[in-house]
């Protein structure tokens, strides 16, 4: 499908849509992070209206970076409408600057950005490790045996929810390396079974325990490269990422702990006429009064200072 306007634009892949029959609307996000509004009756090459989502300066391809290695091709999705009191249109932005931003569908209006904490999204240590005991469990069998791991699922797996029950899966890792103990593959089975239905789906296995190895070098490099879109340059190059991230997240903990506000809002005291800016010395101003337990070297302030 393509909606792409006339030239002299650019043509940008459309990455996510969602269709509101009600109104009679077509909302389009292209992979220039453009948000568009077309009417299903209209007959025209250019959308109602148009909102770019967030900033992609450097014009570089973010769906292909992150989600060219996934399972079954599979990717989040970017945009949808939500209902609940009012409709409110959500998009995922995560993947080029951490965010999800709420849009009013009516007045194509940015509502509110929320940025995400890496612990919003971070895997649970007890998945992790069972995970990893797993995967080596899969690869001593692929070694020893032969099998990979599709055929450890192939009679286990139910045809028609594509679940897996836990009892079956560890009779049959039993089965295939009597050597294992079956206590400690039932706990690793429960910390992934998230609502404790005795069962796990096919695709969230073959996720993690794809044949298919991941590029490490390739993950290593959009994780550098996410890394210097988030930092400025002389950060990175100076080698003070770690400072950097101690003090926000010393920042973050107080006004949390402390206050019981955000970030926003501290700031927002500042700016009185909601431009979302405020001047330096406002700025410092914020850092002492609201951050003192975490800053408490001028170097830091000057350093934070810097940084912004």
Known sequence: MNLGTRPPLKHYNIIDMVCDQASGRIYTLNANWILEIWSIEQNAAFPQKRLAVCANDGG??????????????SKPRFLSLQESNQQILVVNTSCVDGCIVFIDPISFSVLKKIQLRYSDYEVPRAVRESIRQLQIIFDNIRENQGKDVLHIFADITDRDTQEVKIKDFVAKLLRLDPSLVEEDLFKCCRVLDNDGSGTITLDEFLEFFGNVDPDEGGMQQAEDELEDEMWPEWLIKEGQLSRAQSLLT????????????????????YDLKDAGDCTSDEFKRVLKIFFGEAIPKVEDLDFLMRLT
């Not at 570089?60 to 091709?73: A, E, P, V």
Request: glycine share 6%; net charge negative; charged share 15%.
């Open 250 to 269: 010393a920042m973050h903990a107080v006004l949390e702990h402390e206050h019981g506000i955000t970030a926003e809002q501290a700031f927002g005291i």
């Open 60 to 73: 570089k391809d973010f769906i292909n970076l992150y989600y060219s290695q996934t399972f079954n091709n």
